[in-house]
T-cell receptor, first 117, second 113 residues
Framework: GAVVSQHPSWVICKSGTSVKIECRSLDFQATTMFWYRQFPKQSLMLMATSNEGSKATYEQGVEKDKFLINHASLTLSTLTVTSAHPEDSSFYIC?????????????FGDGTRLSIL | GDSVTQMEGPVTLSEEAFLTINCTYT??????LFWYVQYPGEGLQLLLKATKADDKGSNKGFEATYRKETTSFHLEKGSVQVSDSAVYFCALSDEGGSYIPTFGRGTSLIVHP
């Protein structure tokens, strides 16, 4: 089945550091990728939707300059958390979809646990 | 807008018990419905889906039927196992929502031996 690889799976870094998370679709072309944030024991919070070759669409309340998203190719999207602080610590999950449509399931990466000291 | 409501967890069961996790939705169009499962420390995996009314999705012993009249998509399994312990998310994708999936809050299932 379709596979999405997310890297790294775990990051621990100092406050003020910028962290880049990669999301790759391994066996299909992902026209659209989603980035989610998940707090402990809570549901997924959609942060942004990115389409290949265009700017990401951010959800209300998500800082564009804080969470930089790049979707330069049909198989790779990156999320960069700039100048990360402890409140940015969370579980970040990406997903990819081949074609937008109501019957298309998302294919998820395994998530990245980000811990800012 | 679109929304998905799931029963609150955790749901705690003994092995081989019958499982039901309720899910109801509101949508402007004719959505497709999904159940995803998240095992500890991992991302989400598609468990099953249904794309139109009266469709039944099934996988790994889990089933859910798309009930348009009650706007529901309840997840069921006849005999749960310890390995089914996870968080289950109900979701929908709808033209009215520009096909951006809407997730429920998730329901934690804990199965004891």
């Amino acid at each position: 089945g379709a596979v999405v690889s997310q890297h790294p799976s775990w990051v621990i870094c100092k406050s003020g550091t910028s962290v880049k998370i990669e999301c790759r679709s391994l066996d299909f072309q992902a026209t659209t990728m989603f980035w989610y944030r998940q707090f402990p024991k809570q549901s997924l919070m959609l942060m942004a939707t990115s389409n290949e070759g265009s700017k990401a669409t951010y959800e209300q309340g998500v800082e564009k300059d804080k969470f930089l998203i790049n979707h330069a190719s049909l198989t790779l999207s990156t999320l960069t958390v700039t100048s990360a602080h402890p409140e940015d610590s969370s579980f970040y999950i990406c997903s990819a979809i081949h074609l937008m449509g109501s019957n298309q399931p998302q294919h998820f990466g395994d998530g990245t646990r980000l811990s800012i000291l | 807008g679109d929304s998905v409501t799931q029963m609150e967890g955790p749901v705690t069961l003994s092995e081989e018990a019958f499982l039901t996790i309720n899910c109801t939705y509101t949508a402007t169009g004719y959505p497709s419905l999904f159940w995803y499962v998240q095992y500890p420390g991992e991302g989400l995996q598609l468990l099953l889906k249904a794309t139109k009314a009266d469709d039944k999705g099934s996988n790994k012993g889990f089933e859910a039927t798309y009930r348009k009249e009650t706007t529901s998509f309840h997840l069921e399994k006849g005999s749960v196992q310890v390995s089914d312990s996870a968080v289950y998310f109900c979701a929908l994708s709808d033209e009215g929502g520009s096909y951006i999936p809407t997730f429920g809050r998730g329901t934690s299932l804990i199965v004891h031996p």
